[in-house]
């Protein structure tokens, strides 16, 4: 039976991941912060984990449980991620590392404890990205740039974990229906005040907060397309799931970027002058 870790089960892309890939025939151990969602994985069958992605001690328990256990891992999924919305000055540095401690850091973390199993199993470690990493729109600077990195270390490990059989795997996910509108939309509110000089436009950082769920792929069709993927004996590079995953990153390589930024601008009521 081939094994399979994937980060951030609580609900969305995580939940559904997990329960095709157990409807598959894998064995999955599905990971989440919050005692009561690790409880409902038990529940639902998964070996459930509770897990901060950045606590270091508790990534390397876990390789070795899953070394006890099975010798090796066929899939890693990095999943775990947030959206920080909002000003990018507003949020400021803080809010930035608390970003890419989550959606960026946490990838090398988890994928360096997992290292050796991976290794013993010539595993494939699926990173989740997303469009926000190619076109980049206001009001969503942290997570932008976030997602934009998971590229670049994507691309990096492929070719540094190339040598030991493991292989690396980047979606690019479009607007899939998951509950990311909602903590996102809770994420930028806590910005949110009139001493910020952005509160006019209030309305456009809400919008933007929203924009993941403007016309959402079901997570079940984005699960079913990705462990598709995965089974595949030579898994892509890189696959686009769901909608707007591949008119955005057409729009931005093919619009001029005075154009495009424009239209970000107006899409999102940034005035030129407040």
């Not at 606590?55 to 066929?74: K, M, T, V, W």
């Not at 492929?158 to 479009?174: K, S, T």
């Not at 209030?202 to 397309?225: C, H, L, N």
Request: with cysteine; charged share 20%; net charge positive.
């Amino acid at each position: 039976m081939p094994v399979a870790l994937i980060t951030g089960c609580s609900s969305g892309i995580g939940r559904a991941l997990a329960d095709a890939f157990k409807a598959a025939g894998y064995k999955v151990w599905a990971s989440a912060r919050k005692a009561e969602d690790v409880a409902a994985l038990t529940s639902a069958g998964f070996t459930a984990v509770q897990l901060d992605v950045n606590d270091s001690a508790a990534l390397e328990q876990l390789g070795e449980r899953i070394n006890q256990q099975h010798g090796g891992l066929d899939v890693l999924i990095n999943n775990a991620g947030y959206g920080a919305m909002g000003p990018l000055l507003d949020g400021g540095v803080a809010a930035m590392q608390r970003q890419f401690e989550t959606n960026v850091f946490s990838i090398v973390g988890v994928t360096r404890a997992l290292f050796p199993v991976l290794r013993r199993a010539k595993g494939l470690v699926v990173n989740i990205g997303s469009v926000s990493g190619v076109l980049v729109t206001p009001f969503a600077g942290a997570y932008c740039a976030s997602k934009a990195a998971v590229h670049a270390l994507s691309d990096a490990l492929r070719m540094e974990l190339a040598p030991f059989g493991i292989r690396v795997m980047e979606v690019q996910p479009g607007a899939i229906q998951s509950s990311f509108a909602k903590n996102a939309g809770h994420e930028a509110e806590q910005l949110i005040n009139e001493q910020s000089p952005w509160f006019p436009l209030r309305e456009g950082i809400r919008a933007r907060a929203k924009a993941s769920q403007d016309k959402p792929t079901p997570a079940s069709e984005f699960a079913d397309v990705l462990l598709n993927a995965v089974q595949q004996r030579k898994p892509p590079r890189l696959i686009r799931i769901g909608n707007g995953s591949r008119a955005l990153p057409m729009l931005a390589a093919l619009l001029p970027k005075g154009l495009l930024e424009s239209t970000l601008m107006k899409r999102f009521g940034l005035r030129r002058q407040l």
